[in-house]
């Protein structure tokens, strides 16, 4: 009978298996291949075959010990993924939490506003901001400020180096990032009986007392599952970035992370180092994947994998 479990699970399992495999596992050793050559311009006949072992690897090393730029991009991905990520969480269970005390038709209108930066279209996304934070003064924050006499001249914002350009590369993607902490934790929330909430009521606890105690400890899977998500995500996006940094609208050395690095060495114009592209890339991935592995340590995922002890 447990062969029979086994191969009837294998049996579904089998297509994601084989996703994971085709459009992952045989990208990403892919990737790590042409991290070892040469390949420039997308030349495969040319720089395919031609191995050059790690030198990629070294060229990002020595970048890293000498090149200002490449600090820069390192430091603007440690900074954007840390706060972003907090941002993204604790913003998307603060929203769940908040809109669950309320009444359910305007908690719904508010959830509503708060996906529409996500249903927006990334470029019709990205311009609203563009012309908020724009240097100039038909910047809708320089307007403002200017009209309220707070500056004399319009500031642009997105060219303060460094934590200008971080606060809006932060600011328009945390606004898009809360609305799916939102939905997965009010999801979560919506499954936890009621008559919990109304007898602690009853008992005479606050709002924040029913979250602290009741609330929370009840959705640590949900909790695992936004932070690990949004960490990986984060960790590898760049198209508002791409855009913003294409707009001049934020500094091209602080508003780029290691991801649009990538990319931008990768297919950006001028000369494309596919090479140093695909060491960067796998550099990216090991750094996902010890995160990743990091955060179920840290939130003790094995804890929670235990069967409970009246299960047989």
Known sequence: MARGKLRDLSFFLSPMVLMVFLFYLVPLIMTVYISMTRMRNWNVDRYLTEFVGFYNYERLFYMFQHDPTFKAVILTTLVFVGITLMINVFGGLALALATF?????PASSYRLLWLLPRMSPIAVYSLVWYYFFHGSEIGTLNSILMSLGAISEPIPWGQVTPWGAWSVIIFVNGLVGVSFGMIVFTSALNQIPRELVIAARVDGASSWQISRRILIPMIKWHLLYVLTWQF????????HL????????VNRDYGTTLA?????TAFGRGEQDQGLAAAAAVILSIIGILG?????????????MKRPRGDF
Do not use: A
């Open 101 to 105: 005390f309320i009444n359910e038709r």
């Open 232 to 239: 990986l995500s984060l960790l590898t996006t760049y198209p």
């Open 242 to 249: 791409f855009l913003l940094v294409q707009w001049d609208l």
């Open 260 to 264: 649009l690095y990538v990319f931008n």
């Open 292 to 304: 990743g592995f990091v955060t179920l340590k840290v939130l003790k995922f094995e804890r929670m």
